[in-house]
């Protein structure tokens, strides 16, 4: 990475062996990152390594795709984007052809806040760390003498956080990390002094990262950082000169041009640029064309595909170059020499010889969902010596969300008898629940409290209104914030189905607005219609200034949990969810409370969506309500809205 020298070239005169010298090692990490400057080597450069199996496997085209935790190392603006909290580790042997017993590892943890800050700002942050180790070095002298051993390793620990802005469409993140490295130690270099070795010691600085992630429209996002930003890598032992760090640009765009319920497709194309020592020319004898060129072409370029089925198995294949670097791009022989170049060369110029290879990086993942995903990959083939480079990562996206689906599939204690004496154990028990719930889209998908459904055996959803009824099933669910999205057993005709109202931005809500709700309260004695109940935002917290919740004055009951709350002019404004139990606050208060209920923010309902197929058609939806009188605006909205009925067997 730090010198055009090809890896394994000693020095001239060298006298003495070493099995595996802190030289070779510095050639090891020429090969891995390639930042091949003729004027200065840059230091901690195992920074610029690829960090996890999916990024590895777009060929690093990740700076505008911030939705795992290595979003730290890409783009700390993804942090504030994320979902609850976000867990990944990666590990692989690192360059094994080259030499063996190399590791390279990355952990990182991030945790987001929804509405954090208030106003639909979320808030996000965490660590990672990174560590390569190169393994034990043994010292023989000219003689044959074996003087002892050492490893060198380098290493890096960062914090970093993020904020969400503009109901999840902006992240603007940072990140801070300390550095450090060791080198031969100084024994090697006092007994040895016949190895020239400055190379000693054990360096450390410390870095920053800035980025800023854009989702421009639905289907479009873009990236931006700027990453190991610090002083030059200093080492306490005074050996060698201080080295930069490698400061690098990157810019890049993810396309999702399709996404649906089988099927979801990501192009990635990225461009990242060292920045260390630009347009250098010590001996003034280049033009600024030249100049140009060569930064241009010292440009790493990448291309990612990414493609998901059923969100279970995802493909991916990255196209990469870094010609200065020697590594990728398209590899052409001629004389028995092989050079590397663009796409861009290879079509507009002949002669340059016959093809051998392309840069290509490759990799799969399996996974449930976006809750947790194993993957895979290599990136061997943008090497010029023969190697394996096998990367392997575990991630989880959504840990919540993660355990909130294995507690809904592992059978509940709730409700169970004991076996009574004699043996005796009594058949499985039926319970029937019900509920209210809305329905967001064409294609089925509707909303409604988690506790309404939780460990549910059938579910039913009816819609009087309509005459009609459909099974479904669960999509998602967010047990902390008690809400789940359903998926209806629509058939095919029912696409036709033209949702009109449209969900309210977050931190629209205002104190003193008119709100009402729609649902199927207390069925066993009001009956299955429809029930219609007008109020007021009287709080924009919860209970103990909860921030997910907003506290209404519309009357609830029993069966309201998981109807719709809508703003005056029909826009959803959250999913009611509980009320305030007026005896429980007449024994600890001695006053009775009235009216004092709770719906979650449509904000967190948002966030749900944001990971669905349909979701993203679902919160750019317009409102089509037609304004006038509220049984106007209630006579538009009736059609949508369901009676879940659920049955639990334990």
């Known amino acids: 990475m730090c010198s055009r020298n090809p890896p394994g070239t000693s020095r001239p005169g060298r006298k003495a062996k070493l099995r595996r010298t802190a030289i070779v090692a510095a050639a090891l990490i020429i090969?891995?990152?390639s930042v091949s400057l003729a004027h200065e080597n840059p230091g901690a450069s195992f920074l610029l390594i690829w960090p996890s199996a999916r990024s590895t496997a777009l060929g690093g085209a990740s700076v505008a795709l911030g939705e795992d935790p290595d979003a730290s190392y890409w783009n700390p603006g993804g942090i504030g984007l994320q979902k609850s909290l976000s867990l990944s580790l990666s590990s692989g042997e690192w360059l094994p052809g080259l030499y063996p017993g190399m590791t390279y590892a990355f952990a990182g943890g991030s945790y987001c806040i929804l509405n954090a800050l208030g106003n639909g700002i979320d808030l996000g942050f965490g660590a990672n760390a990174t560590y390569l180790t190169l393994g034990e070095t043994d010292v023989i002298n000219e003689h044959g003498e074996f003087l002892g051993r050492y490893t060198t390793w380098r290493?890096?620990?960062?914090?970093?956080?993020?904020?969400?802005?503009?109901d999840g469409k902006l992240g603007v993140g940072a990140a801070v990390k300390l550095v450090r490295q060791s080198r031969a130690p100084d024994w090697v270099w006092s007994d040895m002094p016949e190895l020239g070795i400055d190379a000693r010691g054990t360096g450390g600085s410390f870095a920053a990262d800035i980025g800023v992630l854009c989702h421009l429209i639905p289907d479009l996002s873009a990236g931006l950082a700027l990453a190991n930003l610090g002083p030059d890598m200093a080492y306490d032992s005074g050996g060698g000169e201080p080295n930069p760090l490698p400061t690098m640009l990157r810019v890049g765009l993810c396309w999702t041009p399709v996404s649906n319920r089988y099927v979801r497709l990501k192009v990635l194309p990225e461009a990242d640029k060292i920045l260390v020592g630009m347009f250098y020319d010590p001996d003034g004898t280049k033009t600024f064309d030249q100049l140009l060129g060569q930064e241009l072409r010292d440009i790493w370029k990448s291309l990612g595909i990414e493609v998901t089925a059923l969100d279970i198995l995802s493909l991916r294949l990255g196209y990469f170059e870094d010609l200065t670097g020697q590594r990728g791009g398209i590899v052409l022989e001629k004389d028995g020499v092989t050079s590397h170049f663009g796409i861009g060369e290879a079509l507009t110029r002949t002669g340059l010889g016959r093809f051998k290879s392309l840069?290509?990086?490759?990799?799969?993942?399996?996974?449930?969902?976006?809750?947790?995903?194993?993957?895979?990959?290599?990136?061997?083939a943008i090497y010029d010596f023969p190697t394996t480079n096998v990367k392997v990562a575990l991630t989880m996206n959504d840990v919540v969300g993660l355990a909130a689906e294995v507690r809904r599939l592992l059978p509940s204690p709730r409700g169970r008898s004991p076996i009574p004496p004699g043996g005796y154990a009594p058949g499985p028990?039926?319970?029937h629940y019900t509920g209210s719930g809305v329905l967001l889209s064409?294609?089925?998908?509707?909303?409604?409290?988690?506790?309404?459904?939780?460990?549910?055996?059938?579910?039913?959803?009816?819609?009087?209104?309509?005459?009609?009824?459909?099974?479904?099933?669960?999509?998602?669910?967010?047990?902390?914030?008690?809400?789940?999205?359903?998926?209806?057993?629509?058939?095919?005709?029912?696409?036709?189905?033209?949702?009109?109202?449209a969900l309210l931005q977050p931190g629209s809500a205002r104190l003193g607005m008119e709100t009402f709700t729609l649902g199927f309260p207390l069925t066993g004695i009001l009956g299955k219609s429809l029930k219609f109940n007008s109020g007021s935002v009287s709080a924009l917290t919860g209970l103990q200034d909860n921030p997910t919740?907003?506290?209404?004055?519309?009357?609830?009951?029993?069966?309201?949990?998981?109807?719709?709350?809508?703003?005056?002019?029909?826009?959803?404004?959250?999913?009611?969810?509980?009320?305030?139990?007026?005896?429980?606050?007449?024994?600890?208060?001695?006053?009775?409370s009235e009216n004092v209920n709770f719906a979650v923010k449509v904000g967190y309902l948002r966030n749900l969506l944001a990971g669905l197929p349909e979701g993203k058609e679902i919160l750019a939806r317009k409102s089509r309500i037609k304004g006038g009188k509220t049984e106007d605006v209630v006579e538009q909205l009736k059609p949508y809205i369901g009676y879940v009925r659920v049955k639990v067997v334990k």
């Open 429 to 431: 028990r039926e319970t």
């Open 549 to 592: 919740l907003v506290q209404i004055e519309n009357p609830v009951q029993p069966g309201n949990s998981g109807g719709p709350l809508f703003s005056a002019d029909g826009k959803l404004l959250g999913i009611v969810v509980s009320r305030l139990n007026a005896l429980v606050v007449f024994r600890l208060q001695g006053t009775l």
């Open 442 to 501: 064409q294609s089925g998908l509707f909303a409604t409290c988690q506790h309404v459904i939780d460990d549910a055996t059938t579910i039913e959803v009816d819609f009087p209104e309509q005459g009609t009824y459909y099974t479904a099933k669960v999509e998602v669910e967010d047990a902390q914030n008690d809400l789940a999205i359903l998926r209806l057993s629509l058939p095919e005709q029912k696409d036709s189905i033209d949702v009109p109202f």
């Open 359 to 380: 840069g290509l990086c490759w990799g799969i993942g399996l996974g449930w969902k976006d809750y947790i995903r194993l993957d895979l990959s290599s990136d061997a």
């Open 155 to 166: 290493g890096a620990f960062g914090l970093h956080g993020g904020v969400g802005l503009l």
């Open 31 to 33: 090969a891995s990152c």
